[in-house]
């Protein structure tokens, strides 16, 4: 049974850094692409970034671009998102997903390609 577990969520202020973790039990880590996701509340749940199974390769959406970096420690079998510059808009779950499948770098955006979801993590930011 594959777990995730999100961890490092709070409240902050505007300009404020954040950096959340996401650990992995009960699989092989390094056999998942992992990504993160967030939802605000009302809106749909969407990609903040990804990274490939060595590491190597990150994605990320263009609000958060510059901004937040992802990064994986396979011995540690977790995942991160470091969040610098916060804005009030950034306010949401955050949820760390992984997906054991090939991806495209247009297939990282996509929920529905992540079979492995975390229960999430709240981030509010303060103006």
């Known amino acids: 049974q594959v777990q995730l577990v999100e961890s490092g969520g709070r409240l902050v202020q505007a300009g404020d850094s954040l950096r959340l973790s996401c650990t992995v039990s009960?699989?092989?880590?390094?056999?998942?692409?992992m990504g993160w996701f967030r939802q605000a509340p009302g809106k749909e749940r969407e990609f903040v970034g990804g990274?490939?199974?060595?590491?190597?390769?990150?994605y990320y959406a263009d609000s958060v671009k510059g901004r937040f970096t992802i990064s994986r420690d396979n011995a540690q079998k977790a995942v991160y998102l470091q969040m610098n510059s916060l804005k009030p808009e950034d306010t949401a779950v955050y949820y760390c997903?992984?997906?054991?499948?090939?991806?495209?770098?247009?297939?990282?955006?996509?929920?529905?390609?992540?079979?492995?979801w975390g229960q999430g993590t709240q981030v509010t930011v303060s103006s």
């Open positions: 990274i490939s199974r060595s590491g190597g390769t990150e």
């Open positions: 009960g699989g092989s880590f390094s056999m998942y692409a």
């Open positions: 997903a992984g997906s054991l499948q090939f991806l495209s770098s247009r297939a990282y955006l996509a929920s529905a390609e992540y079979g492995y």
